[in-house]
């Protein structure tokens, strides 16, 4: 019995250590707003929502982990305790109305205690607040146009730099947003299915066409946050990134106003007139 002990020890604080060190560890190797050489967990979080969808995780960690060591103790106990030369002569044992008790209210009240965070997230996922600024953004094969319906009729493609860092995530014209402002994100699909997804945000919905899905997050630090289509769109399927510029109120405005000139929409008669149709 000391033996089995022993080793149900052994392998308790072996399990706990490793748990302590991805927990405690896995900070290190989380990067703001793009991928860590050698990252293991989830980005560091820049919206309210990235918030709970990180405590969300780690309290699943616990759980799950918890779970694991006490499947791993029984298993120990049962292999060494229950062997052929240890218990010779077996128990016939059929049924404990106790532990069958136990191991059908316990799981449930498991996932009970899971559920309510969880329905609480996607609440906060799905409903929108009161938006500060609005931005479509229509998935086409293979790159992202962004209009701002708030702030006048521009609206300008992203398309990837290979010769920019981070490599196959930098794009020749950012998305471009206020700090600390409730943006609401619209997306559709010009062709097929695609999938807007920024994980610093907490953000990631499907971009359909011929419907309008939306999405929101409030960036809390300004920088260049960068995302990917997360749907299988085509041949340049992993070639179609996001970038999110988060900078000051001052210089949204700034931007606007820039942009306005830089992305003006061309009069459809030009438009139609210039192709010769």
Known sequence: MSLSKGWVGKAVFAGLALLALTLLGGAAYAGLGQ?????????????PVMDQVIWFHNVLLWVISLITLFVLALLIIVMVKFNAKANPVPSRTTHNTLIEVLWTVVPV??????????????????????????????????????????????????????????????VDNEMVVPVNKVVRVITTGADVIHAFAVPSFGIKIDAIPGRINETWFQATKEGIYYGQCSELCGKDHAFMPIAVRVVSDQAFTAWVEDAKKKYAAVPTTTRVAATGQ
């Open 35 to 47: 991928p860590s050489p050698w990252e293991w967990t989830l980005q560091e979080s820049a919206s």
């Open 109 to 170: 009240l498991i996932l009970i205690a899971i559920a309510v965070p969880s329905f609480r997230l996607l609440f906060l996922q799905l409903n929108i607040p009161k938006a500060d600024l609005t931005v479509k953004a229509t998935g086409k094969q293979w790159y992202w146009t962004y209009s701002y319906p708030d702030n006048g009729p521009f609206e300008f493609d992203s398309l990837l730099v290979r010769e920019k860092e981070p490599r196959l995530l930098g």
